[in-house]
């Protein structure tokens, strides 16, 4: 997408905020109407050209059929998307119509509210968006904020519009319209001192993993295949990764025909913008789910083909440690495993850390759902995390951390961990790792563990945003998957030979 673009809508509906909402919301509320709307905006947009179709099939179904309740189906036919509006009204004429009278315009805008599909009705739950409407509408702003989203000099629609000057301007696709939501996400969680990362992973850092998780085996991927995140906030890693392998210009143009996207998200108002993404893109937005995933095995008995997940770190879990453990007992079977004893005897062993930091407990969620290798399935699972450096080092031996980590290097799980530069994330200036994970690793890598630290590949940002102060390139996406596939040490004193200047690489193997 045109940054410029991006940019400029950006720019626009942040000053939605100073112009309209100034003196009704505190700063820290802004978002609350925000976010919504431009869900809002965007659903309606892509229902306009439709509407008269859903009109009529609304007679259909009511004075024809004499159904009493909607027929999903044909309403769904009729918009072309998983999800329909039965009210008369659109947001742009709800504007067009409007008399002085705030209270009028609100009880139109509940009418249009309250036509729309279930699926779109919980997402109007999850940003208490009728609450937000009869705010503004007291306070005389629901009008101001209606004007200004459906600006002719603005385009929030997938289609190719002219402004009121006549010039062009450029559609707003599907992928643009996630970068315009997590930007803003982004710029509003700095604003409120909130972790500005915490629903938000850089692009070139979803980038390198979904170069790592598809390209070493981009030739046998099959032509239906299933990507999870057990921990999505808006979706960006599942976005990223059908566009990966989707994108028919792309570097590895699988012959994937159908991605089904999974995933789970505690935030309610991150899982109605990532729900809401799928709805847009023509996805099922059933397999996003909204709690917790740690205390419920959500898609408990199925397998996915690849995981990729940034789940919190240092985060404690000490509210959920009910659901998997019982006073000493692991009751989740998520997190029991077995391990060698001694003798070479096989027992039961707990994989759970330590409460006050679950992101182990996110990747033995992806362990758990990985796919054995069967004749049907030849590639089994790949999973990319991302984790700060207890995972690594913390937990005494037999405990917790110790025993994760056994169990996965003695399964011969872990493929590669890689170091990435400091101050990549918005969130935390502080060292992190991408793990790499797979049930099939080819003959050469079997039994190692490839180590790579890429902390010196960065380019420098002109201006930091929030605790990030560097990015990685295109070209040190590429350094990186090279040394990654070619499973090499490099020769520290022939730099020339390397992959790349700083890049540094090692393999351990695993004893057994």
């Given at each position: 997408?045109?940054?410029?673009?991006?940019?400029?809508?950006?720019?626009?509906?942040?000053?939605?905020?100073?112009?309209?909402?100034?003196?009704?919301?505190?700063?820290?509320?802004?978002?609350?109407?925000?976010?919504?709307?431009?869900?809002?905006?965007?659903?309606?947009?892509?229902?306009?050209?439709?509407?008269?179709?859903?009109?009529?099939?609304?007679?259909?179904?009511?004075?024809?059929?004499?159904?009493?309740?909607?027929?999903?189906?044909?309403?769904?036919?009729?918009?072309?998307?998983?999800?329909?509006?039965?009210?008369?009204?659109?947001?742009?004429?709800?504007?067009?119509?409007?008399?002085?009278?705030?209270?009028?315009?609100?009880?139109?805008?509940?009418?249009?509210?309250?036509?729309?599909?279930?699926?779109?009705?919980?997402?109007?739950?999850?940003?208490?968006?009728?609450?937000?409407?009869?705010?503004?509408?007291?306070?005389?702003?629901?009008?101001?904020?209606?004007?200004?989203?459906?600006?002719?000099?603005?385009?929030?629609?997938?289609?190719?519009?002219?402004?009121?000057?006549?010039?062009?301007?450029?559609?707003?696709?599907?992928?643009?319209?996630?970068?315009?939501?997590?930007?803003?996400?982004?710029?509003?969680?700095?604003?409120?001192?909130?972790?500005?990362?915490?629903?938000?992973?850089?692009?070139?850092?979803?980038?390198?993993?979904?170069?790592?998780?598809?390209?070493?085996?981009?030739?046998?991927?099959?032509?239906?295949?299933?990507?999870?995140?057990?921990a999505c906030g808006t979706g960006g890693m599942?976005?990223?990764?059908?566009?990966?392998?989707?994108?028919?210009?792309?570097?590895?143009?699988?012959?994937?025909?159908?991605?089904?996207?999974?995933?789970?998200?505690?935030?309610?108002?991150?899982?109605?913008?990532?729900?809401?993404?799928?709805?847009?893109?023509?996805?099922?937005?059933?397999?996003?789910?909204?709690?917790?995933?740690?205390?419920?095995?959500?898609?408990?008995?199925?397998?996915?083909?690849?995981?990729?997940?940034?789940?919190?770190?240092?985060?404690?879990?000490?509210?959920?440690?009910?659901?998997?453990?019982?006073g000493k007992d692991v009751i989740d079977n998520?997190?029991?495993?077995?391990?060698?004893?001694?003798?070479?005897?096989?027992?039961?062993?707990?994989?759970?850390?330590?409460?006050?930091?679950?992101?182990?407990?996110?990747?033995?969620?992806?362990?758990?759902?990985?796919?054995?290798?069967?004749?049907?399935?030849?590639?089994?699972?790949?999973?990319?995390?991302?984790?700060?450096?207890?995972?690594?080092?913390?937990?005494?031996?037999?405990?917790?951390?110790?025993?994760?980590?056994?169990?996965?290097?003695?399964?011969?799980?872990?493929?590669?961990?890689?170091?990435?530069?400091?101050?990549?994330?918005?969130?935390?200036?502080?060292?992190?790792?991408?793990?790499?994970?797979?049930?099939?690793?080819?003959?050469?890598?079997?039994?190692?563990?490839?180590?790579?630290?890429?902390?010196?590949?960065?380019?420098?940002?002109?201006?930091?945003?929030?605790?990030?102060?560097?990015?990685?390139?295109?070209?040190?996406?590429?350094?990186?998957?090279?040394?990654?596939?070619?499973?090499?040490?490099?020769?520290?004193?022939?730099?020339?030979?390397?992959?790349?200047?700083?890049?540094?690489?090692?393999?351990?193997?695993?004893?057994?």
């Amino acid at each position: 997408m045109n940054h410029a673009v991006h940019n400029k809508l950006v720019s626009f509906i942040w000053s939605i905020a100073d112009d309209c909402l100034r003196d009704v919301y505190v700063r820290g509320k802004y978002r609350d109407v925000i976010l919504p709307m431009v869900v809002l905006r965007r659903l309606d947009a892509l229902l306009e050209p439709t509407k008269q179709h859903v009109l009529e099939e609304v007679q259909f179904q009511k004075e024809t059929m004499k159904f009493t309740a909607w027929d999903d189906k044909g309403m769904t036919a009729a918009s072309k998307y998983v999800f329909y509006n039965t009210s008369e009204w659109t947001l742009q004429s709800l504007h067009a119509s409007a008399t002085n009278s705030q209270q009028i315009l609100l009880g139109n805008f509940e009418d249009y509210l309250n036509g729309f599909s279930a699926n779109v009705q919980e997402i109007i739950e999850m940003f208490k968006l009728r609450a937000q409407i009869k705010h503004m509408a007291n306070k005389d702003v629901l009008l101001d904020v209606l004007e200004k989203f459906t600006s002719p000099d603005i385009n929030l629609t997938p289609f190719e519009k002219l402004d009121t000057a006549g010039r062009k301007m450029p559609a707003l696709t599907n992928l643009g319209m996630g970068y315009v939501f997590e930007e803003l996400i982004r710029k509003f969680n700095e604003e409120n001192n909130e972790e500005a990362g915490e629903h938000y992973t850089p692009r070139e850092v979803i980038d390198l993993m979904t170069h790592l998780v598809f390209e070493p085996i981009k030739d046998k991927i099959p032509s239906v295949i299933t990507i999870y995140d057990p921990a999505c906030g808006t979706g960006g890693m599942l976005t990223e990764s059908e566009n990966f392998i989707t994108d028919p210009e792309g570097e590895i143009k699988a012959k994937t025909t159908s991605v089904y996207m999974f995933g789970k998200e505690v935030n309610d108002e991150t899982y109605a913008i990532c729900k809401s993404d799928m709805m847009i893109k023509g996805k099922d937005p059933e397999h996003i789910k909204v709690g917790s995933t740690l205390s419920t095995n959500e898609f408990a008995g199925t397998k996915f083909d690849f995981m990729l997940s940034n789940p919190p770190y240092g985060k404690s879990w000490a509210s959920e440690q009910k659901y998997i453990k019982d006073g000493k007992d692991v009751i989740d079977n998520r997190f029991l495993i077995k391990l060698k004893n001694y003798w070479g005897e096989e027992e039961d062993a707990e994989a759970v850390p330590r409460s006050s930091d679950g992101q182990l407990l996110f990747l033995m969620e992806m362990v758990d759902k990985m796919k054995a290798i069967t004749s049907k399935n030849k590639i089994g699972s790949r999973i990319a995390s991302v984790h700060n450096g207890s995972s690594l080092f913390t937990g005494d031996a037999g405990g917790g951390e110790s025993n994760i980590r056994r169990y996965i290097i003695e399964n011969d799980l872990l493929d590669v961990i890689i170091q990435l530069p400091n101050n990549i994330f918005y969130n935390t200036g502080i060292t992190t790792y991408i793990w790499m994970l797979s049930n099939n690793k080819p003959a050469p890598r079997k039994g190692k563990v490839q180590l790579i630290d890429a902390s010196e590949m960065y380019q420098k940002l002109r201006k930091n945003l929030g605790n990030k102060n560097c990015e990685l390139t295109k070209q040190h996406i590429q350094e990186i998957l090279k040394c990654y596939l070619n499973l090499r040490e490099l020769d520290k004193k022939k730099p020339e030979i390397s992959a790349a200047r700083f890049l540094k690489m090692q393999t351990l193997d695993i004893i057994k």
